[in-house]
């Protein structure tokens, strides 16, 4: 079983593979291999078995000097590559403990049995099966057997000694006999005669006489003389044999005896002596021989045999012990070694399976659904290698589908959260304030615009509607949040008047109901708006219509008044004194309050008609600069400064009518500080707002908060004269000109008017003191 | 504890290639010949004393080199000879043949029956002309070294590698 991806296209993901993911080397089970294996091990213990068999057969110096070396050897083989397996193995397991390898301890665990349960029983059959051989090789050399051989073996040598000894005594005599006779006669009879006696009486069987002549080295060479046999005697085999004897004989030395072993199974114990005449000189050998029947030879040399047998047994006792040893330590070892292989075959069966399906889990479980293992067996594991694998089929599709749910869910909530982002956006942008209210009763958005126009902090979302709107003013809130829901029905719009720092804002409210998937309520929005500059702008269209018609209806009938008047002037002129003057107070009377009602509906008529500025681009500082420089010298005690920004761009702007503005509010100013105190008027750049403020401020009396929205409503001031159209004036030229003007408190007294007008130039900041 | 394993293992070792030693060597360079004379120790006879016994072949064997020693690296063999002597006992009739090769060629050949003859046979040799001094450089420094090997040998019954049963060195200085 291996590991393996599911196809080529779906390999892991790059940096998710694991580090270590080595491709393994299948496990596959071989049947040939193991045949093999088997057949060899049998064929290995049938060739011990034989060998083993022969080994009785085989010579000791064979066994010891051939047999034990290879077996030797082969036990060397063995140990060394039992040593190896185990030596590995542990080391394998021991690395595979340490790297914490999953069934390392369960695989350690059943190799230790399965060595154990083998070499527990080895190590005892060797123990006892070499003591055994120890013993029966000590019984093989007993006392008993040693005697009994040394014994017949003694038995057999002094037999051969006693006979040796006969023969070489009598054939001592003979050549002490021959030493009076000529060797080199020619009647050979003499000879004969003297030593036939011997072989008749049976004391020798064979008698060979030899002359000795001096040889070409000048040594003596023996001549054959004359041979007497008994009838028991069978042919002299070689006459080689008495020659080599006599030769040695006659060179003097001592040791003139020898065995010859006879083609009839017999043997021939020969001994030489040499015939020396009186005076010592020798002429001649005699070789005498007693012919040993085979019978009795044979019975000797088995004797010898076995005792040399026996002997050199107990020689080579230590080698044959070690060969024996060997063959049981080689069948241990072979046993060992097979029984090793086979634990760690059936370890690495049982465990690698197993290992590489919790392996694989491990990879499935980290998100590797592609892992797949490959059938190895075509057991039960392998079956369960195909269901793991049939389960990551199915883990891979499911996750596919999870995957591909999780990308379209990740962009619909990507468009959800950016429509979301947009809807807070407009709803931050937005000057209308938003309120949602859940189902609850409490507060889930409130916009920047209705934090702002409710006075209220962002810390109001998530608190009940109630809580937060039933104090006071903001009353009709609650009562839009908590009103009853009918189907089919909205709330009623409701507007409301609120107190901010003095001014009064005029709010519009609406409710919305928010409805769930089954139609149920879910919540309410409530929308305010701010409608206090529609309300203005509506009272100033009013106005201006009321202005337009009053000029119309009241101017028209000031001219013939006033020339009635001047006309009854002009008649009375010629009457009395006191009648011309009473006439003259009233004519002129009444022509300067015509007079005076011209210029109040001029005022209007200017009010109602006001022209569209005609911008032209204007440099502020010289526009005011002019301005200012009208009030030079007018009044002692009212000191006008400027404060003006190191520079302005250039705005577009209707000179004129900026300048009827600039001269209005430093007017009233003057006015307001009773023509004693400090005027600055003053400029700024703002280059983010893109606009440019011009402000004119005062330390008079100040106007207190209430009334300064209501300043710039028509026909309201604060003076006991003037036709209270001069600041709505100022409000409509700025408004027309795009810009805003507001009114506050100077610091640290008075009243400060502020005018921004939109320019679309920029200049570096700072300002400019006069 | 594994340190003295080693140590005990090696001691071991050492002491098996060393051998015995105990060979009596002589080297003498005469008439253009280095003469080698060699006597076993003692002991050497009464090992094999029992597998003469018993009737088996048996061997000496003594392996002879002339060296030259070498500063700090393994000494030069400069030649080498092999004489042996093998002594076979007949147990029946209670003979000793003797014989004795040098390089395999055929030396000395007898029989006897005193052991102190086979003894005096097979624990050495006196005087036998192994090298020629045609290769030795006059007035320099060279050894003999003997060795004895034995067959049928005295082995441990599980490790047959058998070891020298003796050696010996003698020094010599070449004076043409």
Partial sequence: ?770 | MPGRLIAIVLCAFLAEAGGDGGVEVGAVARDGQVYVSATAPDGLMSDLEEAISSGLATTITYEADLREEVGIWFDRTLASATVSASVQYDTLTRRYQLSRSVDGRLADSRVCEDKADVKRFALGFDRLPLFSTGRLEPNAEYYVRVRVRTRPRVTFFLWPWGRDAANGVARFTFIP
């Fill in chain 1, 1 to 770: 079983m291996a590991t393996r991806p599911a196809s080529p296209a779906s390999s892991r993901p790059a940096g998710s593979a694991p580090a270590a993911a080595r491709p393994r080397r299948p496990f596959r089970d071989s049947p040939l291999q193991v045949l093999l294996g088997i057949f060899a091990l049998v064929l290995a213990l049938a060739g011990m078995m034989l060998l083993l068999n022969r080994s009785s057969q085989l010579a000791p110096d064979f066994l010891s000097e051939f047999v034990l070396y290879a077996l030797s050897v082969v036990d060397l083989m063995m140990l060394v590559g039992l040593v190896f397996v185990l030596a590995r193995s542990v080391i394998k397991m021991l690395v595979e403990r340490k790297r914490g390898l999953p069934f390392a301890r369960f695989r350690a665990k059943l190799v230790l049995v399965l060595l154990a349960m083998t070499l527990i029983p080895a190590v005892l059959v060797l123990l006892v099966g070499s003591q055994l051989i120890f013993n029966s090789v000590d019984r093989w050399f007993n006392a008993p057997m040693d005697e009994m051989l040394d014994s017949a073996q003694r038995i057999a040598s002094d037999y051969y000694h006693d006979r040796q000894r006969q023969v070489s005594d009598e054939t001592a005599r003979l050549a002490r006999i021959l030493g009076t006779a000529d060797l080199g006669t020619s009647d050979l009879r003499v000879l004969r005669d003297a030593v036939a006696g011997s072989v008749t009486d049976q004391r020798l069987t064979l008698v060979e006489v030899y002359r000795l002549v001096p040889g070409a080295d000048g040594l003596p060479e023996p001549v054959p003389v004359v041979d007497v046999a008994s009838a028991a005697a069978g042919p002299v085999t070689s006459r080689d044999t008495s020659e080599r004897l006599a030769a040695r004989a006659a060179s003097g030395q001592p040791d003139a005896w020898m065995r010859e072993p006879l083609a009839s199974g017999g043997e021939l114990i020969r001994a030489a002596a040499v015939v020396r005449r009186a005076d010592g000189f020798a002429t001649g050998v005699v070789v005498g021989s007693v012919q040993l029947t085979g019978e009795m030879a044979a019975r000797a040399r088995g004797m010898t045999r076995a005792f040399e047998s026996y002997t050199q047994l107990r020689v080579f006792k230590p080698a044959l012990t070690g060969v024996y040893l060997s063959f049981f330590l080689m069948v241990t070892l072979l046993i060992l070694v097979s029984a090793t292989w086979m634990g760690l075959y059936l370890a690495k069966r049982i465990t690698r399976p197993v290992q590489m399906l919790a392996a694989a889990a491990r990879e499935i479980g980290a998100g590797h659904f592609e892992h797949r293992l490959e059938r190895e067996t075509v057991d039960e594991f392998g079956s369960l290698v195909d269901a793991f694998n049939t389960m990551a089929d199915e883990l891979a599709a499911s996750r596919r589908a999870l995957e591909q749910s999780s990308v379209d869910l990740q962009r619909k909530h990507a468009e959800v959260e950016d429509r979301r982002l947009f809807t807070e956006a407009v709803l931050d942008r937005v000057a209308t304030g938003v309120i949602t209210i859940d189902a609850a009763g409490r507060i889930g958005i409130l916009n920047p615009a209705a934090s702002t126009l409710l006075g209220l902090d962002a810390g109001a979302a998530g608190r009940p509607a109630e809580e937060v709107f039933g104090s006071g003013e903001l009353k009709p809130l609650a009562d839009l949040a908590t009103a009853p829901y009918v189907a089919g029905k909205e709330w009623p719009a409701q507007e409301i008047v609120l107190n901010r720092n003095g001014r009064e804002v005029q709010l519009a409210l609406a409710a919305t109901p928010l409805h769930g998937d089954g139609r149920q309520l879910e919540g309410r929005v409530l929308v305010v708006d701010d409608i206090t500059p529609l309300i203005r702008a509506q009272k100033v269209a009013a106005w201006r219509e009321v202005a337009r018609r009053l000029a119309h209806e009241i101017k028209n009938p000031l001219t013939p008044i006033q020339l009635c008047a001047q006309r009854l002037q002009r008649q009375f002129s010629s009457a009395s004194a006191p009648v011309r003057e009473l006439v003259d107070e009233c004519t002129g009377t009444i022509v300067g309050e015509v007079e005076a009602l011209k210029t109040l509906v001029d005022e209007f008529s200017q009010f109602a008609r006001m022209p569209s500025p005609k911008r032209v681009p204007t440099d502020v500082h010289q526009l005011l600069a002019g301005t200012l420089g009208l009030y030079e010298g007018l009044f002692a005690h009212v000191r006008i400064a400027t404060l003006f920004a190191v520079s302005l761009p250039p705005v577009r702007l209707d000179p004129d009518q900026i300048r009827r503005v600039v001269i209005n509010l430093v007017d009233n100013a003057i006015e307001a500080l009773n023509q004693q105190g400090l005027i600055v008027v003053e400029t700024q750049h703002d280059a983010a707002a893109g606009a440019v403020r011009i402000i004119v401020a005062d330390d008079g009396p100040g106007i207190a908060p209430e009334e300064r929205d209501k300043l710039f409503m028509p026909y309201y001031s604060t003076k006991k004269r003037g036709s209270g159209l001069g600041l709505a004036i100022v409000r409509r030229i700025v408004a027309e000109h795009g810009g805003s003007v507001e009114v506050g408190a100077n610091d640290p007294r008075g009243t400060r008017f502020t005018i921004e007008l939109p320019c679309g130039g920029e200049a570096p900041a700072g300002t400019e003191t006069t």
